[in-house]
């Protein structure tokens, strides 16, 4: 399979390293990329942070890709046009999968709000390690949070294409986990997760 989709790139061919799958079987845990998706203030990286705890706890190699770094660092050249949103979630996924090459089991916090870019994250990660994990809380809700300052600064038109308020989110129709974080606890929440984790894990 190659990784190099455009046409400049056709003469690329990404080598099969053969280290990838003994990693994975010294760790003794199936790596996995766990995408939290979700609107801003909705609990993506709260979650994220627990869950990472409780992961490592279990003895397993963890890393998270934060919405918030990743646009301080590898996407910072972005802004948040529908095209530029989808560059952004290409190269998290492509991060991403390779650190699921590595063995980790890797936790994405990204607002990610195209059904199709998602859709796309997971064929560039695979559909067998993709966990797709609706963190979900109402506007209302997430607005009345508003850790961050930002749901006022888009009402007030200070914020361009922001979440919610002038740009779409497609809500995920068959999320692997779903997060109603309004009657769900934090705790709670990442125990969903790791259910879900533990039943699709083939550690032997």
Known sequence: MSYFP????????????????????????????????????????????????????QGRITAIIDGDSVRGGLCRDLG?????????????AEVARLMLDAGLVVIVALISPSSASRHYARSIIGNEYFVEVHVDAPLETAEQRDPKG????????????????????????????????????VAQSVAAILDWVAHNDDRT
């Open 6 to 57: 455009d046409s400049q790139n056709q003469n690329l061919h990404a080598f099969a390293f053969s280290h990838r799958r003994s990693e994975q079987m010294r760790m003794n845990h199936k790596p996995a990329v766990i995408w939290m998706t979700g609107i801003s203030a909705s609990g993506k990286s709260t979650i994220a942070d627990a869950l990472d705890i409780a992961l490592q706890e």
């Open 80 to 92: 948040f046009t529908d095209s530029d949103r989808d560059e952004n979630i290409r190269r998290v």
């Open 150 to 185: 930002l749901y006022k600064k888009a009402r007030a038109g200070l914020i361009k294409n922001f979440t919610g308020i002038d740009s779409n989110y497609d809500v995920p129709v068959f999320p692997e986990v779903h997060l109603n974080t309004q009657a769900l606890s």
